[in-house]
């Protein structure tokens, strides 16, 4: 199962052609999808604040998406990956490790343009 990760349903929600081309390759490979939920916080924020066409393209794109939830197992896997970032000397956001956190705790590959996920240890990442 992939994590798409809020980069991911940004691009493809703008119609970037990398994450269409990927969302296009998931979907013909049967491929099912998750979020964390944190990172669904992220993209629902922008989308009510347009609103209209882009809220309901939002929610719309996401109805087919299990949530991964954030409970006391995610939290306690992103307070321990923090601490192991600090310690190679890398400060990654709260929300980020959060993200991470779910995916691997559910063993789903994060989908996602951005780097820093690539430097946490045990997450299977996959870009586009």
């Not at 109805?63 to 192991?84: F, I, K, M, Q, W």
């Not at 970032?85 to 559910?106: E, F, H, P, Q, S």
């Amino acid at each position: 199962m992939r994590c798409l990760d809020a980069s991911f349903l940004i691009d493809l929600l703008r119609g970037n052609p990398d994450a269409v081309r990927k969302a296009t390759s998931l979907d013909a490979a049967g491929e099912r999808t998750s979020v964390a939920a944190p990172a669904l916080a992220e993209i629902l924020s922008g989308a009510y604040y347009k609103g209209g066409p882009d809220l309901t393209h939002t929610l719309e794109t996401l109805a087919s998406v299990e949530v991964l939830p954030v409970g006391e197992a995610v939290a306690a896997e992103a307070g321990r990956l923090g601490g192991e970032m600090l310690r190679r000397g890398a400060k990654v956001a709260t929300v980020d490790l959060l993200i991470a956190a779910a995916a691997k705790i559910n063993q789903h590959t994060l989908v996602t343009r951005d780097a820093v996920f690539s430097q946490i240890p045990g997450l299977a990442v996959e870009s586009y």
